[in-house]
């Protein structure tokens, strides 16, 4: 099926696509709030939201930054699944005002079941918008990515009912459950796009062989992982959770040993996407090595996953689909390769140097908000900007 004709879109390019507004207002948000974060921890006075800074903290990353970023690659992507022009115009402006409500709600003086429903609005919203091509068109392929985006909902729920009614345990359970459904997302995603981007980007047009058996058994088992936080046994060190992070540690080396090929380390582009999900698989490795009874520090091993692996590949992901999507040749300037490298900088700093002195996380920080300034004096023109090639998106 045809798109709609370039007449027919939104006047304004940034309305055009999903991508466009939520990667620009994500990034934004996120060096924002980071900012803001890092400042708490220096002392500085903020702003005092319901539940207290660490819970908005916790929360806004996961389901601000990380969550706005999803909802524009998966509403841009189903357009190319199923042919049906993806959601532009007033009805996107919609969304995204829903999700720019979502974040100054914290600091607004709302009553908290108001507040629920603003913040637990978005994702709903955002799956219903995928499902309909998806089961307009009967992608069967893509329907676990549905279910997976309902099921980041519902954690986020969970997280909303605990701060509403002051229960830690509802919070902490909601929040880590939906962090390895993000990172179950990042699991079905990365296996479709990164050995599919390092073959075009090493200009190999052949398809990389199909490997269904090892897709299912990493979705299966990273699926296993949220049901075990939402439900408390993921709460202490199990021995059976050892078996199962040390089993996806085992698949997602697996899979990076396989989408190897030594010319990657020459494309920014390529080595971004790799460095990041062997970030995923060292996170895992640090998860089985704490439920064996290793000494251990579990928020170092977090911040592996939240850092390392969802930022950065959330990271290398946005660089990339912008330059696909509006037209433009997949090459990056030496500044975003610095952004790349700069992520990196900042997740071996907040998982390696916090071991060795207290200014660990403050550099991590530094380096964090330099990768993302550095990614928005580069994209923001892209992102507001038409397709260089005049075609519609």
């Given at each position: 099926?045809?798109?709609?004709p370039?007449?027919?879109?939104p006047r304004?390019?940034?309305?055009?696509?999903?991508?466009?507004?939520?990667?620009?207002?994500?990034?934004?948000?996120?060096?924002?709030?980071?900012?803001?974060?890092?400042?708490?921890?220096?002392?500085a006075p903020?702003p005092a939201p319901?539940?207290?800074?660490?819970?908005w903290h916790?929360?806004?990353m996961?389901?601000?930054?990380?969550?706005a970023?999803?909802?524009?690659?998966l509403?841009?992507a189903v357009?190319?699944?199923?042919?049906?022009?993806g959601l532009?115009?007033?009805?996107?402006?919609?969304?995204?005002?829903?999700?720019?409500?979502g974040?100054v709600?914290?600091?607004?003086p709302?009553?908290?079941?108001?507040?629920?429903l603003?913040?637990?609005?978005?994702l709903?919203?955002?799956?219903?918008?995928?499902?309909?091509?998806?089961?307009?068109?009967?992608?069967r392929?893509?329907?676990?990515?549905?279910?997976?985006v309902?099921l980041?909902?519902a954690c986020?729920w969970?997280?909303?009912?605990g701060?509403?009614?002051q229960?830690?345990?509802?919070?902490r359970?909601?929040?880590?459950?939906?962090?390895w459904?993000?990172?179950?997302?990042?699991?079905?995603?990365?296996?479709?796009v990164?050995?599919f981007?390092?073959?075009?980007?090493?200009g190999?047009?052949?398809?990389?062989?199909a490997r269904?058996?090892?897709?299912?058994?990493c979705?299966?088992?990273?699926?296993?992982?949220p049901?075990?936080?939402?439900t408390?046994?993921?709460?202490t060190?199990?021995?059976?959770?050892?078996v199962?992070?040390?089993?996806?540690?085992?698949?997602?080396?697996?899979?990076?040993?396989?989408?190897h090929?030594?010319?990657?380390?020459?494309?920014?582009?390529?080595w971004?996407?790799?460095l990041?999900y062997?970030?995923?698989a060292?996170a895992?490795l640090?998860?089985?090595?704490?439920?064996?009874?290793v000494?251990?520090?579990p928020s170092?091993?977090?911040?592996?996953?939240?850092?390392?692996?969802m930022?950065?590949?959330?990271?290398a992901?946005?660089a990339?689909v912008s330059?696909?999507?509006?037209?433009?040749?997949?090459?990056v300037?030496?500044?975003?390769?610095?952004?790349?490298?700069?992520?990196?900088?900042?997740?071996?700093?907040?998982?390696?140097?916090?071991?060795?002195t207290?200014?660990?996380v403050?550099?991590?920080?530094?380096?964090?908000?330099?990768?993302?300034?550095l990614?928005?004096?580069?994209?923001?023109?892209?992102?507001?900007?038409?397709?260089?090639?005049?075609?519609?998106?």
């Open positions: 099926m045809l798109l709609q370039t007449a027919s879109r304004q390019a940034v309305w055009s696509l999903s991508f466009r507004p939520f990667f620009l207002g994500g990034s934004l948000f996120a060096l924002t709030a980071l900012l803001l974060w890092a400042g708490v921890l220096a002392g903020a319901p539940g207290g800074m660490l819970a916790r929360h806004e996961l389901f601000g930054f990380a969550a970023i999803i909802a524009g690659f509403l841009t357009q190319n699944w199923s042919g049906i022009p532009s115009g007033r009805a996107l402006q919609g969304l995204f005002l829903l999700w720019l409500l974040r709600s914290w600091f607004m709302l009553p908290g079941s108001l507040l629920v603003v913040e637990g609005s978005f709903p919203l955002v799956a219903l918008s995928l499902a309909r091509p998806v089961l307009q068109r009967r992608l392929n893509n329907y676990p990515i549905v279910v997976l309902l980041i909902a986020q969970l997280t909303l009912a701060w509403l009614h229960d830690e345990l509802w919070q359970r909601g929040i880590f459950a939906g962090l459904l993000v990172t179950a997302m990042m699991t079905v995603l990365g296996g479709r990164i050995p981007f390092t073959r075009r980007g090493l190999q047009l052949d398809a990389a062989p269904p058996w090892l897709d299912r058994a979705l299966l088992l990273s699926v296993a992982v049901l075990a936080f939402a408390g046994l993921a709460d060190p199990q021995a059976s959770l050892a199962l992070f040390f089993a996806l540690f085992a698949l997602h080396a697996t899979r990076l040993v396989l989408w090929d030594r010319g990657l380390w020459r494309v920014p582009l390529l971004s996407l790799h990041a062997a970030w995923l060292l895992c640090g998860m089985a090595l704490w439920h064996s009874g000494a251990l520090n170092l091993v977090t911040h592996a996953l939240t850092v390392g692996a930022t950065g590949l959330i990271l992901m946005m990339r330059l696909g999507h509006t037209g433009r040749p997949l090459q300037p030496t500044s975003i390769a610095w952004a790349f490298a700069l992520m990196q900088l900042a997740t071996l700093a907040r998982v390696i140097l916090p071991l060795f207290s200014l660990g403050s550099v991590s920080a530094l380096c964090w908000s330099l990768a993302l300034l990614f928005l004096r580069h994209y923001l023109p892209i992102l507001l900007r038409p397709r260089a090639d005049g075609m519609p998106g």
